[in-house]
């Protein structure tokens, strides 16, 4: 969707009293001439990175003191925060499900991971040291549900964090995700992140969906872990492969490849899915009847 049309949309979202409010945050991110516990203190720092975060609780959030599963839900690729924001009803989501949901800005290519070429865009780490104890301190987090997803880039993304952070989230969830980053070397802007393939081979594969998935010393059972992707949709070959790889490796995972393309239509037609498998999730339901409930 092009800045214009997003815009538009948006405006008449708001005015149509379809949007709910929400918490928007401006957190200091990064700054390659701060560490990160100095980054509130530095009003200064101009080389400051600032991450808009969108955050959304259910309509009952501030009339209790109860505290809900959260869901980070991130962008694709050329997006950022405000893209599930002016595309899906994000607050029907958290009123629904019961659940804390944040949309953080991933910088339209940051790939979510630690930049070889931008000193300014160590993304996973100020995710780690800065999105997360944010959340957490602010806001009433079920510490035993937490959970992510995302689209294209997004679900790479989310993939990635989920398992190379064993432990922090109990799901994850992935729509068109490009789950093998290795197989589009020259797309997208990765080489800019991660340096030339050719010769960082290792620094790929450690951020790459399918070769952590390959890597994966923890506790496979503990894994719960969802993809979804269209077959007319080019990521479908990666999303395949990984879907074989958790198979052979035993990991509890659903593979769901439908009818769909590489497109918003496709994205905001499975979002809810990915919401009903995280609160069965909660639930302590098994994969086995999550997947008879979702039919699958």
Not at 233 to 246: I, P, T, W
Not at 247 to 261: E, T, V, Y
Request: aromatic letters at 16%.
């Amino acid at each position: 969707m092009r800045p214009a049309a997003r815009i538009l949309l948006f405006l008449f979202l708001l005015f149509a009293g379809t949007l709910y409010s929400q918490d928007s945050v401006n957190l200091a991110f990064f700054s390659p001439k701060a560490e990160y516990e100095q980054l509130d203190k530095r009003k200064d720092d101009k080389s400051t990175i600032i991450n808009k975060l969108f955050i959304y609780t259910p309509k009952e959030y501030r009339k209790n003191n109860t505290k809900y599963p959260l869901v980070y839900l991130l962008h694709g690729w050329a997006g950022s925060s405000y893209d599930w924001k002016v595309n899906y009803d994000i607050q029907k989501l958290a009123d629904l499900y019961k659940m804390i949901i944040v949309l953080p800005d991933g910088y339209y290519d940051s790939w979510y991971v630690n930049s070889s070429d931008r000193k300014e865009l160590q993304y996973e780490s100020a995710f780690w040291k800065r999105v997360v104890p944010f959340i957490e301190s602010k806001y009433r987090v079920d510490e035993k549900n937490r959970f992510i997803t995302g689209l294209s880039m997004g679900g790479h993304g989310a993939i990635s964090f989920y398992l190379k952070k064993e432990g922090y989230f109990k799901a994850a969830g992935s729509m068109s995700g490009i789950l093998d980053i290795t197989k589009f070397s020259g797309n997208w802007g990765i080489k800019k992140r991660l340096g030339d393939y050719a010769k960082n081979k290792k620094v790929w594969e450690k951020n790459s969906a399918i070769h952590l998935l390959k890597s994966f010393k923890g506790k496979k059972d503990n894994l719960k872990i969802f993809i979804t992707c269209g077959k007319k949709d080019f990521a479908f070959g990666v999303n395949s492969s990984f879907a074989k790889e958790a198979a052979a490796r035993k990991i509890p995972h659903i593979n769901l490849a439908d009818s769909g393309d590489h497109n918003w239509e496709y994205w905001t037609s499975h979002v809810e899915k990915q919401f009903q498998f995280f609160s069965l999730v909660s639930q302590n339901k098994s994969m086995k009847d999550i997947k008879k409930i979702l039919k699958l």
